[in-house]
């Protein structure tokens, strides 16, 4: 499965960081960024989004499951 990720935030330095599965992603503040893809098979993943140069803000994290 693929994902797509837009961050949007007005006091961020811009740019964006998130490590998926071994992968960094890389993104400018809203825009999208597609992810993957990602097999099912090996169930949810992790996802830290961080702010590339503003260590102040806070990371956002969440976890992204195909099973319901």
Not at 26 to 34: L, N, R
Not at 41 to 55: E, F, K, M, R, Y
């Amino acid at each position: 499965f693929n994902l797509t990720v837009s961050r949007s935030d007005n006091q961020a330095s811009g740019n964006w960081s998130a490590n998926v599965a071994g992968t960094t992603y890389t993104g400018t503040y809203g825009q999208s960024v597609a992810l993957g893809p990602f097999l099912i098979s090996n169930g949810a993943i992790n996802i830290t989004v961080t702010d590339t140069n503003n260590s102040s803000c806070t990371p956002i994290s969440f976890t992204e499951s195909t099973k319901n």
